[in-house]
């Protein structure tokens, strides 16, 4: 019985971690082309705010998300202008939007406030649902969830298998040398940070029809989030696959929090809810933990063959970016 | 493939880069084009593979006309280019660099690709591991990877943008040996260089340029003097070794380790004594620059001491180091030394040695700047960015900005990248300062420059360090057997002398 619990358990945490594994392929996407997105967190709030006005309307599921998905390309497009094209600073405009679209989603929020919205429905798959233990966990669930898995793995072979994706990497890393190679950086900038910028959309209406339903302004509990999508962008070290595991462990954090939360009365529950965030960041220093100097000189201290063994543990954490990242690409 | 240029003109802003060049290359031949820094060779060869469009003029290959929108139009008329900074990926395999670019299906097949890459390379000699990742390689063999994807994507001619700057002599050897085979296969083969020498032994035939025009071209046999007066309009002669040691100890390492992931450097005991200049010399990344960066506070030694003038800095970081009159000049100018985007004014005021108040007296650094343009020869303005200037001329700018009572200078590569004159110019200005006290220590690629201008020499070979050997009873030859790990034992045999010496 308590089993089951736990396999439950772990089936919310595939399906809270749906929403955040989408938008951190997104910016993941948009940052191995070399340009940072920091609008996420407002985009979040307002693709969740309009793609449930939008499925209200309508009754419609698949228009809510597809509204989420515009809304993200085109405040990824507002970006993708203003970064590539300007060549203003992408941490100035990224941050402005942020604001302005969270508070926008509040603001324009007001009259759906409450309302009953379409829920998005588990499907489960047939045969692959009677797999022991795996079956409860990952085949009984929404088609967005089974899309974020998909997507984990699409973007993964894309990024590294591909053609295409050997030069996105390219784009990334050093412009100059992608573009004596042939590609068209520009474009494939707008290209990338307008497809990864409609994936953090997606994230939104998720949200509001399945994770979360319903939208109740700014006690809905989603802001912050695309704060911690930026930081588990990193700590994937701008791999899906990574920064699927990532937006995993948040998720299963968040989950912890609501399980553990009648066993600790002392702690007020706040804490427990706001705990993951703090924790996700600790994640983030730890694997970058090979950066510092102190670790060096603590490892100094160790014998020869653990102090290696050690270093490369170290470095295989440790996430690189792109190195092109947030610099724009001219051309005389 | 024969090229032809017709009245090429480039300017950046002010600056005109190539003016009016016409001259023609013939298929089979390896062509130099020599000029000093900044002459406009790299900007004419980017305008020929397609990276810059000219102003006016025209490329004619093989007698007709062409316009080149892109280096991927280049490729597609078979021009290649290895830059100057090599244009590849650090962080992805070498395979993964030779397939980004390469047309084809959705998913490149590794195995074919990779048997290709192999068979290619053993046409010359090259032995490149393909699962190698490019930023474990030297920079001799990222070129080789470079050139080798270039005649993949089906170069015809191919331009080689200064490529014997920071490549070790056996490398040479080999990237001059396979440029033959190329040119005896038909291929145009485009040299460019500013290093006398290198021109002279590869190339049949010499354009020379000298600010953006053409001043002419030779075949060879070359006259050393003739080609070095077309290059500067004037004859210099090469200055001497500066011998002014005086005896007092300003800097001195004890038992010194340090360690910077892959390379550590153990038990190294070392005493530097004033106005006394003092080379490394080691292939690239044999250890020299983390000695260095341990000596000025940036790398924390993991045990030993670093004493400056009789105090104790180790564990200290760069910035006390300067308070004690220790100044280091790193390789990557705009990277680690001058701040891009911040004018050659501005670079005096945060650098000067003036007191520091709130407010900043414009007018009194602005003369400051235009008196050390002077000073220097600097060619630029008090208000130029320093990312603006040649790369001779950034590294003039990095010297002038050294405050004068400095007891020890630590330079990475003084002179890489310059010509003869900056050479000499910027030694010129470095022995006028030991002959005042100031020790120098540096790092140098270039064996005869460190023949030349040290008094004692620091060989590393993968991160052993040789005793202090004394530059005047070493032999190039013996430097060259040093630095390729061979000889080690008798400097060792020197060393225990040296240290009963010192002992008794
Ligand atoms: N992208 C650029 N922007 C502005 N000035 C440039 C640029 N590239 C080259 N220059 C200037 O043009 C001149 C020729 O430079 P370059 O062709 O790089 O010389 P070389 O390769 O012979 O050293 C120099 O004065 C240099 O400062
Ligand atoms: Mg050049």
Request: overall charge neutral; glycine content about 10%.
């Amino acid at each position: 019985m308590s089993g089951d619990i736990i396999l439950l358990g772990l089936a919310g945490v595939i399906a809270s971690g749906a929403p955040i594994v989408i938008a951190v392929i997104g910016e993941t996407l948009t940052e191995r082309a070399g340009v940072i997105n920091l609008s996420l967190n407002g985009v979040i709030l307002l693709s969740a705010m309009l793609g449930f006005w939008v499925s209200v309307e309508t009754n419609s599921l698949f228009l809510g998300f597809l509204a989420g998905t515009l809304v993200g390309a085109l405040v990824a497009t507002i970006v993708a202008f203003s970064s590539i094209t300007l060549k203003q600073s992408q941490v100035a405009v990224g941050f402005i939007l942020a604001i302005t679209c969270r508070d926008l989603a509040y603001f324009l929020g007001n009259p759906i406030m409450g309302s009953q919205g379409p829920i998005m429905l588990s499907s489960s798959v047939p045969l692959l649902r009677d797999i022991p233990i795996l079956g409860k966990i990952l085949f009984q669930q929404s088609l967005m969830t089974y899309l974020s898995i998909i997507l984990i793995f699409v973007a993964w072979y894309w990024i590294f298998k591909t053609r295409p994706g050997l030069m996105l990497q390219g784009i990334g890393e050093k412009p100059a040398a992608a573009f004596v190679r042939g590609a068209n950086v520009l474009k494939m900038r707008y290209v990338y940070t307008i497809v990864g910028g409609a994936l953090v959309g997606l994230a939104g209406p998720l949200y509001t029809l399945s994770v979360k339903p319903g939208w109740k302004g700014t006690i809905t509990g989603l802001d912050g989030i695309g704060w911690i999508v930026l930081a588990i962008t990193i700590f994937g070290g701008w791999n899906p696959v990574r920064a699927a595991f990532g937006a995993y462990l948040f998720a299963f954090l968040q989950w912890l929090g609501l399980v553990l939360q009648p066993y600790m009365t002392s702690i007020p529950s706040q804490v427990l809810q706001v705990a993951p965030f703090p924790l996700m960041i600790l994640a983030l220093l730890f694997v970058n933990l090979g950066n510092t100097e102190w670790m060096d000189r603590l490892l100094a201290t160790l014998p020869e063959k653990m102090r290696l063994r050690a270093i490369k543990i170290i470095r295989t954490m440790q996430s690189q970016p792109p190195g092109a990242l947030g610099t724009p690409f001219e051309r005389q | 493939m024969n090229i032809e240029f017709r009245n090429i003109n480039k300017s950046f802003g002010p600056v005109r880069a190539n003016i009016d060049l016409n001259f023609s290359i013939k298929s089979g031949t390896i062509y130099g084009i020599l000029g000093e820094n900044g002459a406009g060779k790299s900007t004419l060869m980017k305008i020929l593979s397609g990276f810059y469009k000219p102003d006016s003029g025209q490329i004619l290959l093989n007698g007709k006309p062409v316009i080149i929108e892109s280096p991927a139009d280049a490729i597609k008329y078979g021009i290649g280019m290895l830059h100057q900074d090599p244009l590849d990926f650090p962080p992805m395999r070498i395979i993964e660099n030779f397939i980004v670019g390469q047309k084809g299906g959705l998913i490149p097949s590794y195995k074919e690709t990779i048997h290709e890459f192999k068979e290619l390379q053993t046409k010359f000699g090259f032995t490149l591991d393909p699962e190698a990742y490019v930023d474990t390689l030297t920079v001799g063999e990222r070129q080789q990877l470079e050139i080798l994807r270039l005649l993949w994507m089906g170069a015809n001619a191919l331009i080689l943008d200064e490529p014997t700057t920071g490549i070790s002599a056996q490398q040479k050897e080999k990237l001059f040996a396979a440029l033959r085979i190329l040119a005896e296969q038909g291929k145009t083969i485009i040299f460019v260089s500013h290093k006398l020498e290198d021109v002279e032994i590869l190339c049949g035939k010499v354009a020379i340029l000298r600010k953006g025009i053409l001043v002419g071209e030779l075949p060879a046999p070359y006259q050393t003097d003739k080609l070095v007066e077309m290059m500067f309009g004037k004859v210099i002669t090469l200055g001497d070794r500066n011998n002014v040691s005086q005896s007092n100890i300003v800097f001195e390492l004890k038992n010194i380790f340090v360690e910077q992931y892959p390379m550590r450097i153990e038990n190294v005991n070392f005493r530097l004594q004033a106005g006394e200049v003092i080379g490394l010399a080691g292939m690239e990344g044999s250890g020299q620059d983390v000695l260095l960066r341990a000596c000025v506070g940036l790398i924390r030694p993991i045990s030993g001491s670093v004493i400056v003038i009789g105090k104790d800095l180790t564990g200290k970081n760069y910035h006390e180091f300067m308070k004690n009159g220790v100044s280091f000049l790193p390789a990557s100018r705009l990277e680690e030394g001058l701040v891009p985007g911040l004018t050659l004014a501005e670079h005096f005021t945060i650098a000067g040695e003036e007191t520091k108040g709130l407010f900043i007296d414009k007018e009194y650094f602005k003369q400051k700047a235009e008196k050390m343009i002077d000073e220097y020869h600097i060619i630029g303005h008090q208000s130029s960015t320093v990312e603006s200037l040649s790369g001779g001329n950034q590294q003039r700018a990095a010297l002038s900005l050294l405050r004068n009572s400095l007891s020890i200078i630590l330079l990475e590569h003084p002179t890489r990248g310059l010509d003869i004159e900056s050479a000499i110019y910027m030694w010129g200005k470095l022995k006028e300062r030991c002959m005042l006290g100031t020790s120098i220590f540096f790092i140098s690629g270039d064996l005869e420059e460190i023949l030349q201008y040290s008094d004692r020499i620091l060989v590393f070979f993968s991160g052993h360090v040789s005793p202090p050997l004394d530059a005047v009873t070493t032999s190039l030859d013996q430097l060259g057997q040093l630095i390729g790990g061979k000889g080690w034992d008798q400097v060792f045999d020197i060393q225990e002398n040296y240290e009963s010496n010192a002992k008794s």
